[in-house]
């Protein structure tokens, strides 16, 4: 059902600080930023391979939210 984990969404209240963070400290690569209705939401990418990281000023201090890849996301759904 699920194949693959392709994104971890995290909050990022402060979008260039998260950025420059990913960036300079754990060396990800920034692959996009964009801004619409008023969010921003950055892709990191770390590693070769997914999960890559989305960072998001529209999400709560603890939201975290894990997006996956299925097969049919009708019989995902319950």
Do not use: R
Request: hydrophobic share 45%.
């Amino acid at each position: 059902m699920f194949e693959s984990l392709d994104f971890v969404y995290l909050p990022a209240p402060d979008i260039e600080s998260s950025v420059n963070y990913y960036k300079n400290t754990l060396g990800g690569k920034l692959s996009w930023k964009i801004h619409a209705y008023g969010v921003w939401v950055a892709c990191i990418v770390l590693s070769e391979e997914e999960p890559y990281i989305l960072l998001a000023n529209h999400l709560e201090k603890n939201d975290i939210v894990l997006i996956y890849n299925v097969s049919n996301l009708e019989k995902t759904v319950f």
